[in-house]
């Protein structure tokens, strides 16, 4: 009889590419089990015991069973501990995001109005002082990006899915919600109510353009065009999870890169102006210079945004042993972070070169609009002013997406059971009208870039260091140490200098600043 070769004797299926575990939480939908970190080769795992001599005596079927368990074991690392809350929220509901839905969210979150008003910051700056601010923040926000980014898995068998639980970990559990919780529930609130304002206000404008004077016999008024753009994100915002608004995120990704792009485009193509200067603004005392450069800087911070979403974002991604979430959430941060790149500095450098000090205080699109409205093609400004109120629309569902989260946890903590479909809107509903009567009880949030970025540049700037410091423990008097001390304690400093200056030019210049009145 022919002997069968050896090989034939003990060859065994290959075992499948084990996907992320899932548990079976209360509401019936499903959680993915994340992994951790892997662990050094010598140190005991659950797989140990799964040796060849081990495995020699045992027939094929219970060896199949033990071969699959082994792949199992190593694929997951260890089992994490998971929140079944979780499976019922929009931030973590789903955890099929990947490379790609991570650059449309960042890109969509980290540009957008923001990047209009900075050439009003250079505008009290200058060229040296502004393209070297907006550098240096740009590859600080950049590093304090990547700390965020490592730390979400920091923990073995721990994912922070959110900032505050980042920044309970860090500074404690009482400390670090007074610290977190305000700054990033108000850049989210703050932020979402400045795209009322002005996704209304470039509503409107979009509307004359196209209208001309065809339609002005008995025109929608302000408030009337903040109530139209409130009710259209509220509509968008019934979309479930933060993964399910990943092709609006593209929308808002596309559009602004789109817009920026043709903003200093046609800026730059017109004639300036005939008394245009690039001299700094003038003030009559110091104080007043100081703290209108304080505001500038301010408006500069404000340019970055986001970081209160990098880690929800990286939340809705699975992670295993072999495959954890921060290799493909740096992928798609990284690609975002160079198109924001790409938009930020065109925009502030050919804006200030079109304009100089006489760029107004609601940006480069009104100043395009004041000083060119007759100049360029109808149909390209108003294509410009609807890809603001696209990009607008975007940006206002994953500004939301972590309040709607805090609604929700709120309420299936205490019911222990998941938001139904009435009540998810009612709070979605809620939410977006409250933002709406702040914009019309405090229309000038629009203009407070300086402020909004001065409170929050914590967020940004200054925690995820303290984090990394306190959570990875560098060795002490270390260059990593004294580097991330530093930077923290500058960005404490700058926040309360922006805040101050930010406060005096809405107190000093009657809530705008109001150096150029177009014709």
């Given at each position: 009889m022919?002997?069968r070769?050896e090989?034939?004797?003990i060859?065994?299926?290959?075992?499948p590419?084990?996907?992320?575990?899932?548990?079976q939480?209360?509401s019936?939908q499903?959680?993915p089990?994340?992994?951790s970190k892997?662990?050094?080769?010598?140190a005991?795992?659950p797989?140990s015991?799964?040796?060849?001599r081990?495995?020699?005596?045992?027939g094929?079927p219970?060896?199949?069973?033990?071969?699959?368990?082994?792949?199992?074991l190593?694929?997951v690392g260890?089992?994490t501990?998971?929140?079944?809350?979780?499976a019922?929220?929009?931030?973590?509901e789903?955890?099929n995001?990947n490379?790609h839905?991570a650059?449309f969210h960042?890109?969509?979150?980290?540009?957008?109005f923001q990047?209009l008003?900075?050439?009003?910051?250079f505008a009290?700056l200058g060229?040296?002082?502004?393209?070297?601010?907006?550098t240096?923040a740009y590859c600080?926000q950049l590093y304090?990006?990547?700390?965020?980014v490592?730390l979400?898995?920091?923990v073995?068998?721990?994912?922070?899915?959110?900032y505050v639980?980042?920044a309970?970990a860090?500074?404690g559990?009482?400390?670090?919600?007074?610290l977190?919780?305000f700054p990033t529930v108000?850049?989210?609130?703050?932020?979402?109510?400045?795209?009322i304002l002005i996704?209304?206000?470039t509503m409107k404008?979009?509307?004359?353009?196209?209208?001309?004077?065809l339609?002005?016999?008995n025109?929608?008024?302000?408030?009337?065009w903040?109530?139209v753009?409130?009710?259209?994100?509220?509509?968008?915002?019934?979309?479930p999870n933060?993964?399910?608004?990943?092709?609006l995120?593209?929308?808002?990704?596309?559009?602004?890169?789109t817009y920026?792009?043709m903003?200093?485009v046609?800026s730059?193509?017109q004639?300036?102006?005939?008394?245009?200067?690039y001299?700094?603004?003038?003030?009559?005392?110091?104080?007043a210079?100081?703290?209108?450069?304080?505001?500038?800087?301010?408006?500069?911070?404000?340019?970055?945004r986001g970081?209160?979403?990098?880690?929800?974002?990286?939340a809705?991604?699975p992670s295993?042993?072999k495959?954890?979430?921060h290799?493909?959430m740096?992928i798609g941060?990284?690609?975002?972070?160079?198109?924001i790149?790409?938009?930020?500095?065109?925009v502030?450098i050919g804006?200030?070169?079109?304009y100089?000090?006489?760029?107004?205080s609601?940006g480069?699109?009104?100043?395009?609009y004041?000083?060119?409205?007759h100049?360029i093609p109808?149909?390209?400004?108003?294509?410009a002013?609807?890809l603001?109120v696209?990009?607008?629309?975007s940006?206002?569902?994953i500004?939301?997406m972590?309040v709607?989260d805090?609604?929700?946890a709120?309420?299936t903590s205490?019911?222990?059971?998941?938001?139904s479909?009435?009540?998810?809107?009612g709070?979605?509903?809620f939410y977006?009208?409250?933002?709406?009567?702040?914009?019309v009880a405090l229309?000038?949030l629009s203009?407070l870039a300086g402020?909004?970025?001065?409170?929050?540049l914590p967020?940004?700037?200054?925690?995820?260091?303290f984090?990394?410091?306190?959570?990875?423990?560098?060795t002490k008097?270390s260059f990593?140490?004294?580097?991330?001390?530093?930077?923290?304690?500058?960005?404490i400093t700058?926040?309360?200098?922006?805040?101050?200056?930010?406060?005096?030019?809405i107190v000093?210049d009657g809530?705008?600043l109001?150096?150029f009145?177009?014709?």
């Amino acid at each position: 009889m022919e002997e069968r070769p050896e090989t034939e004797l003990i060859s065994i299926p290959a075992t499948p590419r084990v996907s992320t575990p899932e548990i079976q939480t209360p509401s019936g939908q499903r959680s993915p089990r994340p992994a951790s970190k892997e662990t050094k080769s010598s140190a005991w795992t659950p797989t140990s015991f799964i040796s060849p001599r081990f495995l020699s005596p045992i027939g094929t079927p219970m060896k199949r069973v033990l071969i699959n368990m082994k792949g199992y074991l190593e694929e997951v690392g260890h089992l994490t501990k998971l929140n079944p809350q979780d499976a019922w929220l929009p931030i973590t509901e789903s955890r099929n995001g990947n490379a790609h839905y991570a650059a449309f969210h960042n890109l969509n979150a980290g540009v957008g109005f923001q990047a209009l008003v900075l050439p009003v910051a250079f505008a009290f700056l200058g060229w040296s002082w502004g393209i070297l601010a907006l550098t240096i923040a740009y590859c600080w926000q950049l590093y304090t990006l990547w700390i965020l980014v490592q730390l979400h898995e920091a923990v073995p068998g721990k994912r922070y899915n959110r900032y505050v639980e980042l920044a309970q970990a860090a500074f404690g559990e009482r400390l670090g919600v007074w610290l977190a919780l305000f700054p990033t529930v108000y850049l989210s609130a703050g932020t979402a109510t400045a795209l009322i304002l002005i996704g209304g206000e470039t509503m409107k404008l979009f509307f004359q353009i196209v209208c001309g004077p065809l339609c002005t016999s008995n025109p929608l008024t302000t408030v009337e065009w903040y109530l139209v753009f409130t009710s259209l994100c509220i509509v968008l915002s019934q979309l479930p999870n933060l993964n399910s608004i990943a092709g609006l995120s593209l929308v808002g990704a596309v559009t602004a890169i789109t817009y920026s792009t043709m903003v200093w485009v046609l800026s730059v193509s017109q004639e300036r102006p005939p008394t245009i200067s690039y001299e700094p603004l003038s003030f009559p005392s110091s104080a007043a210079a100081f703290f209108s450069v304080m505001n500038a800087l301010g408006i500069v911070a404000f340019a970055f945004r986001g970081h209160n979403l990098v880690l929800e974002i990286q939340a809705t991604m699975p992670s295993t042993f072999k495959h954890p979430a921060h290799v493909p959430m740096w992928i798609g941060a990284k690609v975002a972070y160079f198109f924001i790149a790409m938009c930020l500095f065109p925009v502030a450098i050919g804006g200030f070169w079109a304009y100089g000090n006489l760029m107004p205080s609601g940006g480069i699109l009104n100043a395009l609009y004041g000083f060119h409205s007759h100049d360029i093609p109808r149909g390209l400004l108003a294509l410009a002013f609807l890809l603001v109120v696209f990009n607008c629309l975007s940006s206002f569902q994953i500004y939301s997406m972590p309040v709607f989260d805090s609604f929700e946890a709120g309420y299936t903590s205490r019911t222990n059971r998941p938001c139904s479909i009435w009540v998810r809107s009612g709070f979605r509903v809620f939410y977006g009208f409250v933002n709406f009567f702040i914009g019309v009880a405090l229309p000038f949030l629009s203009s407070l870039a300086g402020l909004l970025g001065g409170l929050t540049l914590p967020v940004t700037f200054a925690y995820p260091c303290f984090m990394w410091v306190l959570i990875k423990r560098p060795t002490k008097y270390s260059f990593n140490w004294y580097f991330n001390w530093i930077l923290g304690w500058l960005g404490i400093t700058f926040s309360l200098a922006f805040s101050i200056g930010g406060l005096w030019s809405i107190v000093n210049d009657g809530l705008k600043l109001k150096f150029f009145k177009p014709n």
